[in-house]
């Protein structure tokens, strides 16, 4: 059974604060998603990363593939009130019967305060 | 284009009753996955749909269903509701099934009373 580990679970910081979440797995995977849902929504995808060792870079977001293709973290500079919401990270099985399932870690709930 | 559509967005059935939900994909994409998110956790993987074949299956009991159509469209059927079958359920869309970019609809809320 592959597991992600993301932590930390909650985070709660002043606007301009810098902050970081990690995602961590004994297992490997083909890619990994980054997702940001709001209450009572569906997750919205962020960004998509293939490559180990690959690192991408969206506005004040900042995503990076490990490697191994095991973890990946992601790095926001200068937090925003509007940053706040559930942070989620997926990764896609690299094969076997469920080649398409993507497993999620438990989400980041990040707070920022103004 | 539209994005993943998912309905009813919100539904309240009992214990004991059969619920179904339905997708659609964005336009040209073949593949439809399935995802269960109870309050305070990530999704967990359902099923996944190609070309009309189920290509994935997670750990559900068979009390959960799903089938995919020509248009490409899918339902997701469960019988038997329990109250732990209470959760948001997500439909996600890619291209094919083995597309990396998966985007997800806004889910159907079922609650069970």
């Known amino acids: 059974t592959q597991l992600l580990e993301q932590s930390p679970q909650f985070l709660s910081i002043q606007e301009g604060e810098n902050l970081t979440v990690y995602c961590n797995s004994s297992s490997v995977f083909s890619s990994l998603q980054w997702y940001r849902q709001e209450p009572g929504e569906g997750p919205v995808l962020l960004v998509t990363?293939?490559?180990?060792?690959e690192v991408k870079k969206l506005k004040r977001l900042t995503f990076q593939f490990g490697d191994a293709r095991k973890d990946s973290s992601l790095h926001i500079t200068a937090a925003q009130p509007g940053d706040t919401g559930l942070y989620l990270c997926a990764g896609r099985n690299a094969g076997g019967t469920s080649y398409g399932k993507l497993t999620f870690g438990q989400g980041t709930i990040l707070t920022v305060h103004p | 284009d539209a994005g993943v559509t998912q309905s009813p967005t919100h539904l309240i059935k009992t214990r004991g009753q059969h619920v179904t939900l339905r997708c659609s994909p964005i336009s040209g994409h073949k593949s439809v996955s399935w995802y269960q998110q109870v309050l305070g956790q990530g999704p967990q993987f359902i099923f996944q749909y190609y070309e009309k074949e189920e290509r994935g299956r997670g750990n559900f009991p068979d009390r959960f269903s799903a089938r995919q159509f020509p248009n490409y469209s899918s339902e997701l059927n469960v019988n038997a509701l329990l109250l732990g079958d209470s959760a948001l359920y997500l439909c996600?869309?890619?291209?094919?099934?083995?597309?990396?970019?998966?985007?997800f609809g806004e889910g159907s809320w079922l609650t069970v009373v």
């Open positions: 990363v293939v490559t180990g060792g």
């Open positions: 996600a869309s890619t291209r094919d099934w083995v597309a990396n970019t998966i985007y």
